[in-house]
């Protein structure tokens, strides 16, 4: 009975061994060439939208009450800092996520 219980530690030592090399490789693959495209897709989109936006209602805005001041730049310069706090936001969330892998690396 003993004798069974070791080998079942062994193959539980085994498993556990394999299960955490492969992870470790999966973990250690670079990016490729689609996760830099993809991320340069959702950067790039994170600015464009709230600067889209800004402009369209700037323009609303100017076409509904025109004054001596447009709203039109200045909501357009609104939507780009917010695109770019929002891109900001982003680089900054992956670049976390990929010093935690490699510390997760490391100590493995």
């Not at 340069?40 to 076409?63: E, F, H, K, Q, Y």
Request: net charge positive.
């Amino acid at each position: 009975m003993a004798e069974r219980s070791d080998q079942a530690k062994a193959l539980a030592a085994q498993v556990d061994a394999k299960a955490r090399r492969k992870l470790r490789s999966r973990r250690r693959r670079q990016p490729g060439v689609w996760f830099g495209l993809g991320m340069m897709g959702i950067i790039g989109w994170s600015v464009v939208v709230p600067t889209l936006i800004g402009a369209a209602l700037g323009r609303w805005l100017d076409a509904r009450y025109p004054g001596p001041r447009g709203w039109t730049l200045a909501l357009l310069v609104a939507g780009l800092v917010i695109g770019c706090f929002n891109a900001w936001y982003w680089v900054r969330k992956e670049e976390q996520a990929m010093a935690q892998h490699e510390k997760d690396d490391h100590d493995a």
